[in-house]
Nanobody, 124 residues
Framework: QVTLVESGGGLVQAGGSLRLSCAAS????????IGWFRQVPGKERESVAAINWSGTETEYADVVKGRFTISRDNAKNTVYLQMNSLKPEDTAVYYC?????????????????WGQGTQVTVSS
């Protein structure tokens, strides 16, 4: 069992930066792949970035490549999402999710645990 808590969201102007944190409680955090997702009302939840259990593999959605960076500190049971050059279209509720095992899940449905989300609002 893993409990995830996101933090770091807020209101920022376009071009600004935010760093989201996903803090996990529970055993064996280092054996979980972690993904960041986002959702706006009326749309499906979409993948933003993901990282494998050791931090040696990462994946990004095309729309955030070069602007967002995912990283993890297993000693602190925390995964981060550094978001730079933010755009109004990045506005969403951001969620982190966990999947046991070494690899990055191919599909959102494979994630086992979810946080409650944190709101990111980018003003123009």
């Amino acid at each position: 069992q893993v409990t995830l808590v996101e933090s770091g969201g807020g209101l920022v102007q376009a071009g600004g930066s935010l760093r989201l944190s996903c803090a996990a409680s529970g055993r064996s955090f280092s054996s979980y792949a972690i993904g960041w997702f986002r959702q706006v009302p009326g749309k499906e939840r979409e993948s933003v970035a993901a990282i494998n259990w050791s931090g040696t593999e990462t994946e990004y959605a095309d729309v955030v490549k070069g602007r967002f960076t995912i990283s993890r500190d297993n000693a602190k049971n925390t995964v981060y999402l550094q978001m730079n050059s933010l755009k109004p279209e990045d506005t969403a509720v951001y969620y982190c999710a966990a999947k046991s095992g070494p690899g990055i899940p191919v599909h959102i449905k494979w994630y086992e645990y979810w946080g409650q989300g944190t709101q990111v609002t980018v003003s123009s």
